[in-house]
């Protein structure tokens, strides 16, 4: 993909103002859209393609090392991402216990003998949402730090904006896989 900034006009930083993107790329697909005089259907496609790319945080981060030529490297998981991983795999596997034996469950009693678990299911992952979404949070809060390190010409902040969008890639995952879980239950 060409530069997703470069096409929507918009600096090439970690910290993008959702607002700012939503107004740069309104403007530019409404001058090139193809119903409008000098509109063109490539350019409109990828004047879409790059908000998609600008618009999720995990996107925009992978883009931006992409554009600084930064090789992809594995980022192992530290020990916090390890925590939460620890707590998630084993609701998942539970949930996915449970809908089994929900699913088995012939009578009107053996459904409501469920609820109880049921409950303390939904309870488990609404909070381990809560605390992917305050994750979450945190590191995006530090995206306007590595946009004035990458400024001053800190040599090492490349490689922290890796392991922060690695970790953002993450979070992005296992909060989908805690939405899908809850809808599952319901």
């Known amino acids: 993909m060409s530069n997703a900034f470069a096409l929507l006009g918009l600096p090439r930083v970690a910290a993008l103002d959702a607002e700012a993107l939503q107004q740069a790329w309104l403007a530019a697909s409404r001058s090139a859209h193809p119903d409008q005089p000098g509109g063109d259907a490539t350019r409109a496609a990828e004047i879409n393609a790059a908000h998609e790319t600008l618009q999720t945080p995990e996107k925009r981060l ?14 192992p998981i530290d020990d916090a991402m390890m925590a939460l991983f620890s707590e998630l795999g084993p609701a998942l596997q ?17 459904k409501a003998l469920l609820a109880p678990e049921e409950m303390r299911l ?27 390190r990458l400024s001053s010409g800190d040599t090492t902040a490349l490689a922290d904006l890796q392991i922060l969008q690695a970790r953002l890639a993450y ?8 939405r899908e879980a809850l809808l599952s239950l319901m």
Request: proline share 3%.
């Open 62 to 75: 992978k883009h931006l090392l992409d554009l600084h030529q930064v090789p992809w490297r594995t980022v």
């Open 122 to 148: 939904r309870e488990q992952l609404e909070t381990l949402g809560t605390t992917l979404d305050e994750e979450r949070t945190t590191l995006l809060e530090a995206l306007p730090a590595f946009d004035a």
């Open 171 to 178: 979070l992005g995952k296992w909060q989908t896989q805690v």
């Open 94 to 110: 539970n949930v996915a216990a449970f809908l089994k034996r929900r699913q088995s469950a012939a009578s009107a009693l053996a």
